[in-house]
DNA sequence: CGACGATTTGAATAGGATCAATGGGAGTGG
DNA sequence: CCACTCCCATTGATCCTATTCAAATCGTCG
């Protein structure tokens, strides 16, 4: 893999600890490959062969089921996906697929594997990375269970204007037809969403949304930190 | 805690292959505690103090919010919970309470945190865990946003039916109020949907549930190994 | 300019929730 | 032992949410 993109691998939580001499040795068996947009890089049922890292680019997870499909998340560098399958030694729960062009990072299953066996500290990352991915999940499962399609658009549209600056305004970062999916709706009902959400101060201009009445959005959406915060 | 105790403990996935300097270090802190139906052991947003593992009796993970509250999971014996919290040092996510009388063996986090630095097979076992469960969860949020609430009940009877001994019958172990918001739904939305299952065989009289047009079932329920089965 | 896909809008329908009322045990107290 | 009570489960009626199907609009790219 080229040099240059070592370092920013190197920095994720999951392989920042390890020993040099193991991360070396991880990155000697895999290889950094170039996927252009949708393509799709692996498939619910399949066993798992490879830890991917995306270095660059977007990658969507999704599943798939009775004609129907879901986005389940969306990764961005530089982050890791299907831990979990690697590490039990299963199959792939999600498939994934390309948004854009994308440079992703695979390393196979069984190395990963061998070194969490003799690397304590690596062991220690991914502990922390597992546990991140479940209290993940377990705020998804609260997030769909526990609130309407309305609350859970003006809930993302408050959690993306704090990531992005909080400035009153904040930029979609995929298509509204995915972002649909991804909040458990059709693309249909997300558009009536944004609408039923102007009273509340969110203007629409494309991927641009503008958030004017902050205060009267948060009254509608009740967040809560134990299920819209990052990392907590 | 009461020595009769210890072995099921110990077979337990997580603890049982550890070192026994380690478990024994980790029984030495904990404690067995008597707790009555309908207890709340903890509390969502409060710190994960104790990792807690159900010896006896059946507890329920619940989450809560907007006035609204939905059964998370259902543990039994001999099985831990909320393992992710106490290794992040983090709040739990979710709320549990007994939902018959139970006895639950509590451990310090620090102790399980610590040790887990210590032992590899320790840290091997736990990330088994953590895999599991957060497969788990993967599940139940695909169970939830790609299927209809007739289909959850579907294919939970076909799940059940299979743990049961699939012998035509089953058993509910829990009371419908529980089993409707586990399955994502009201009480009388769960009565609903039995009737309208009434025509694919299934039978109702109390908990106790026939099945007797398994092939029908099926083809309604459209059970997905990557949803449904365990483990997987 | 024209075509295509994404988004929006409208109308109809279906899936679920809520509210209200009734039936049915299990447990309690007389 | 029986009446009473309480809570769970069921049923009905209605309302609300969300999906589906259809069509119009918009924007982008060739």
Redesign the interface.
Known sequence: MRSEDLPAVRELGLFADMESAHFEELMQVAYLQRFPPQVQLIT??DPADFLHVVVDGTVELF????N???T?AIINPVETFI???V??D??Y??SARTMTASRILLIPAENIRDI??RD?AF??S???E??????D??????N????TSV?RLANYLLHEHKCQGANGALTLPTDKRTLATLL?MTPENLSRAFGTLGPYGVSVEGARIGLSKLDDLETLA?P????DDPV?
């Not at 599943?63 to 009775?66: F, H, L, R, V, Y």
């Not at 597992?130 to 209290?135: E, G, K």
């Not at 999940?137 to 609260?142: Q, R």
């Open positions: 619910e049922g599943a798939a089921s009775n129907r499909e879901t389940m831990l979990a399958a590490l039990k299963a199959v729960l999600m969490f066996e304590a062991a220690r991914i502990v922390q597992l546990s991140v991915r479940y209290r999940m377990v705020k998804l499962l609260k769909q269970k526990l609130r609350e458990g009740k809560n930190p134990l299920t907590t």
